[in-house]
Each structure stands twice: as structure tokens, then as C-alpha cells.
């Protein structure tokens, strides 16, 4: 069984910081590619970050500078440490995993950033 569970989110005001946890468990998590989407009430879910199982990262460009995405392949934990938020930044924030096209997503955390 797949388990992707986020943990980290809640209220911050514009300007603060967060940092993301997603635990995994029911896969060899050091061959997968981990990331996160994130989706707005009203928007089209975003693909935020991705690192892949050698460590590249990629970010969307309205985040690069802010949010960094890391992975622990002894804790099975990816994190996306997240800083200088934004209120357009508000989202329910998903883990997920790619392996070779086979994808699983986490239940979501919301993150809102006040102004």
C-alpha cells in the first residue's frame, strides 16, 4: 500500500516561512522522483517542484528563489522548505511520487499565507 502523507502547512503571514514533510511508505523511495503540486481554489493544479532519485531539482518560475525541495532517502521524506510566502502562494499543497509513469499523490495540506 502506497502512503504519501503531508504534514507542515497552515496560516503564515506574507513574508514568513514554512516547511513541508511528506512521508512515504509502501515504495523503494530512493528509485523514485518526488515533488510537489499544489492546486488554488478556482486554478488549475501546479506542478511546484521535483527532485529526481540523483538529486536534480526543477521549480516553477513563480517560486524559484523561495522554495527549495530536498529529499532524506533514510527518513523517506521529502521536504519543501518554503520562504518570502506570498498570499498567491495559498494552495492545498500534494506530495507525490513518480516511478517510470507510476504516480501517487498524498491527501494534501493547506498552506495560507495572510496579507
Known amino acids: 500500500q502506497v502512503q504519501l502523507v503531508e504534514s507542515g502547512g497552515g496560516l503564515v503571514q506574507a513574508g514568513g516561512s514554512l516547511r513541508l514533510s511528506c512521508a512515504a511508505s509502501g515504495i523503494f523511495f530512493r528509485i523514485n522522483t518526488m515533488g510537489w503540486y499544489r492546486q488554488a481554489p478556482g486554478k488549475q493544479r501546479e506542478l511546484v517542484a521535483t527532485?529526481?532519485?540523483?538529486?536534480?531539482?526543477n521549480y516553477v518560475d513563480s517560486v524559484k528563489g523561495r522554495f527549495t525541495i530536498s529529499r532524506d532517502n533514510a527518513r523517506n521524506t521529502v521536504y519543501l522548505q518554503m520562504h518570502s510566502l506570498k498570499p498567491e502562494d495559498t494552495a492545498v499543497y500534494y506530495c507525490?511520487?513518480?516511478?517510470?509513469?507510476?504516480?501517487?499523490w498524498g491527501q494534501g495540506t493547506q498552506v495560507t499565507v495572510s496579507s
Open positions: 507525490y511520487r513518480d516511478r517510470s509513469g507510476t504516480q501517487n
Open positions: 527532485i529526481t532519485s540523483g538529486g536534480s531539482t
